[in-house]
């Protein structure tokens, strides 16, 4: 997603539950109930729509969203992204940083030498990593390269003003 959109993507619509057009809800929030915390919600970054109930249903979430009253309803809006406005995300102070915020920035050794940079960043179970896409003509012959997202092990600063993120890497990896 990106930055200019000003949406950012919490969730997703699941299958139809039931036939009075309830829904599944996928969360991506840290805590999956948190999903619920931002309103309104944006189908699709586009169509804006408001939580009539949910609820948790065994270890899933549930829910009724106003406008959507049947199972056909329920089902024409299945695998729709749950967006958001960025500016109803918490802040996270001068310490923390949203992984949207990394997307785009400059991403140099401590050496000084330019990796590339940062094309999206994902998590692997393990810990954080960025897609770094490398410049042309990059003197290791790289077209991208995967970075652990790792503070003081790999990543040494992230200057937001200045876009960049430092990092103690080998280039050539």
Known sequence: MSLASDKVIVGKIGAPYGVKGWVKINS???KPEGIFDYT????GEEKKCSI???RTHGKSLVAKIEGVDNR?????????DICINASQLPDLGD?????????GMKVVTTQGYDLGVVKEVFNTGANDVI?????VGDA???KERLVPFVFDEVV???DKEAKVIKVDWDPGF
Do not use: C, M
Not at 40 to 43: C, K, R
């Open 28 to 30: 991506y929030t840290e």
């Open 40 to 43: 309104p919600w944006f189908l």
């Open 52 to 54: 009539d109930q949910w």
């Open 72 to 80: 056909d309803d329920a089902e024409s809006i299945k695998n729709l």
């Open 95 to 103: 310490d923390g940083i949203y992984w949207r915020e990394l997307t």
């Open 131 to 135: 897609h770094v896409k490398a410049n």
């Open 140 to 142: 290791f012959g790289q």
């Open 156 to 158: 040494q600063e992230v």
